[in-house]
């Protein structure tokens, strides 16, 4: 069954945008994206997914809006999208996720108090050049067709999410499977002696979920056949300036926070750390 996406016209802004992307993505069978108000006769139509207007939140009849909800309410028209495609507990793990929701339900100077920043901050970050490109381009289109170039765009970065979040579940999975934990000097190190994909991406999400603390990461060298060694949460008694030059260390940045050495043991690894650590 075709189908078509109707979001209000004017301004738009990112979590409108970002919701369209992402219906782009789930749903192979759009075939425009219109911006206009919608008419009575397509709430009630399951073909047509209305965004971002209409006073209702209908996921079967494809409506999710939120602006009937009361004043406070923290949901918009993006959170319920990410509920409906059950994407929720890997979105919430992503600061701009949380940021667009916030800003879209509480407004720019609630949601930067708790982000803890300024809402000058807030609104920079949020509306920078790309995302002021794509929104201008957006907002100067009245309807797109499925092979439209802007559509394109739209879909790729939709896919670019969710397949994202894809490779993020894979990715824990397989850190659970390698990891490996080691106490050096009264700190925990962690190390991927096999290969894992961009394991630093998903770190955090991995140590909250085992209830523990690490102070170095070990991974290997994409750049280099050999290992990295980095600083997790800036931790204070870990700076690798101090073993810069010791036999088998590479590189080690201006700063202290990562070094590079060549593909030695793991042993080998740990008296290194032992010098690193204080």
């Known amino acids: 069954m075709s189908s078509r996406i109707v979001t209000h016209g004017g301004g738009p802004h990112m979590d409108d945008l970002i919701s369209v992307c992402i ?15 919608v008419e009575p ?41 990410v509920d409906h495609f059950d994407l929720r507990s890997d979105l919430d793990e992503m600061v701009w996720f949380r940021a667009l929701v916030l800003d879209d339900s509480l407004g720019a100077i609630k949601t930067a108090g708790e982000l803890d920043c300024s809402a000058t901050l807030l609104k920079g970050l949020m509306r920078g050049p790309v995302n002021e490109f794509v929104l201008a381009k957006f907002e100067q289109a009245k309807k797109l067709d499925s092979d439209n ?27 659970r499977e390698k990891a490996e934990f080691a106490e050096v000097n009264g700190l925990k190190v962690l190390f ?60 080690v940045h201006a700063n202290g926070f990562v070094a590079k050495t060549r593909r030695i043991e793991k042993p080998a690894i740990i008296s290194l750390l032992e010098t690193a650590i204080v």
């Open 23 to 37: 219906v782009l993505a789930m749903d192979n069978d759009i075939k425009c994206v219109e911006r206009r108000p």
């Open 41 to 81: 006769e397509e709430i009630a139509d399951p073909a047509v997914w209305v965004l971002d207007q209409g006073d209702v939140y209908d996921p079967e009849n494809r409506n999710f809006d939120h602006h009937q909800f009361p004043a406070g309410t923290r949901k918009c028209t993006l959170s319920l999208l």
């Open 149 to 175: 170039e802007l559509v394109k765009l739209l879909f790729a970065i939709g896919a670019h999410i969710v397949t994202d979040i894809r490779s993020k579940k894979e990715r824990i999975q397989l850190i």
């Open 192 to 251: 991927f002696m096999e290969d894992v994909p961009d394991p630093k991406l998903s770190i955090s999400t991995y140590l909250k979920e085992v209830g523990k603390n690490a102070a170095v990461l070990v991974v290997n060298n994409t750049r280099d056949s050999g290992w990295s060694l980095s600083r997790i949460s800036d931790h204070p008694r870990v700076d690798f300036r101090r073993i810069k030059g010791a036999n088998d260390v590479l590189f």
